[in-house]
């Protein structure tokens, strides 16, 4: 493998992020193919016995098993962590294996972390119940207010876990004044950014330690594969996360990589359009319905702090009908155009009710609590023409009487 410009820092972190999206990681095989090579192997074999040791020893570079690094994951991992302004990238399976081993790997039992509650439905499960099993303590609170963050932290406090803009409500949690409370009480901070993309938001620049991503949404955002990453810095990754993701193997597929790396090429133009509609239909539906969130809104109560840490207000419209589940359910299987599902960042539209699916697993009252009501719905904006998506969202409301 030739590593050429994709692979040296110091040439990649200067280059736009658009660049980045297109090239930062790349290496090249002899054969010099322009689109990344597919090392769709297990293992690697070694020269000599000698090399075989010295790989295993660390005395030389290079790949010995793909449960560790792979040349096609490692080029998606290092496109990712110079796009976030990360030491290093390590990609997983799913998404969920990101959150999992971002918790995991640094935490041990006595210890405590503080979430925001408004969390994905299974990242609140992590919080509920995995964590207080192996003994780590867990608390979450209202995300969006400094002192319940304040009051919560404890002298084992050592992590930090939130999401913003949080699915599904859109909630905003100010990055930087979490971070710098995390910090002077020694804990790090974790944050899923999915909803707003490497594109519209960058975690590290605010204060975060460490950025996880499911890669599954914008990422490859066309429905394709599952996958997730975890960005952060090189002595976290040494001591902590390193021999976590080795030894417990939540490896992302070489294949999946490889589609990663080719939805990144994209991402940059998607989000932009995908923003671009997600406005235009917000202002369409405000005139129809009550509630409809999305930051770019006069009425989005927390516009100033959403546009103060993130470049635009995001690809996913929420809004809130009045006459609850029934209507709700009127109004999806009225859509000709979208797609009822549960993804979100895919190139076709996807219309959610959490209450019903994503948030199923929460107690009610959890539900409630967290502004999902029976009502809610929650559009992931896609690339169609903007107006037949108005037309479908309009003619849908029609029928379900809104
Ligand atoms: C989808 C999602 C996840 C989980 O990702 P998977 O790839 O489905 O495992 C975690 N957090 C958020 C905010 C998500 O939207």
Known sequence: MKSGAGRDRSITKKWARQTQMVRAGSMRSELGEMSEALFLTSGFAYANAEQAEARFNGSEEGFTYSRQTNPTVSMFEERMAVLEGADIGRATGTGMAAMTASLLAGLKSGDHVLGSRALFGSCRWLMDELLPRYGIETTVIDGTDMEAWKGAVQNNTRAFFTETPANPTLEIV????????????????????????????????????????????????????????????????????????????????????????????????????????????????????????????ASFGQSELAFSQ????????????????????????????????????DSRSIATHPWSTTHKALAEETRLELGITPGLIRLSVGLEDTEDLKDDLLRALEIAGS
Not at 198 to 205: A, F, I, N, S
Not at 314 to 339: K, S
Request: charged share 25%; with cysteine.
């Open 174 to 297: 100010d990055l930087k004044a979490v971070a710098d409370l995390a910090h002077e009480n020694g804990a790090k901070l974790i944050v899923d950014n999915v909803f707003a993309t490497p594109v519209l938001q960058r975690p590290m620049e605010l204060g975060a330690d460490i950025v996880c991503y499911s890669t599954t949404k914008h990422i490859d955002g066309q429905g394709r594969c599952l996958g997730g990453v975890i960005l952060c810095d090189k002595e976290w990754d040494e001591e902590f996360l390193y021999p976590f993701y080795r030894h417990t193997g939540c490896a992302m597929s070489p294949f999946t990589a490889w589609v990663m790396l080719k939805g990144l090429e994209t991402m940059g133009l998607r989000v932009h359009a995908m923003c671009d509609a997600a406005e235009d239909i917000a202002l369409a539906l405000a005139d129809r319905v009550t509630d409809v969130r999305h930051p770019s809104l």
């Open 310 to 345: 993130m470049d635009r207000g995001g690809t996913m419209v929420v809004f809130e009908l009045p006459g609850g589940r029934d209507q709700a359910f009127r109004f999806l299987n009225a859509l000709e155009i979208i797609d009822i599902s549960n993804n979100l960042g």
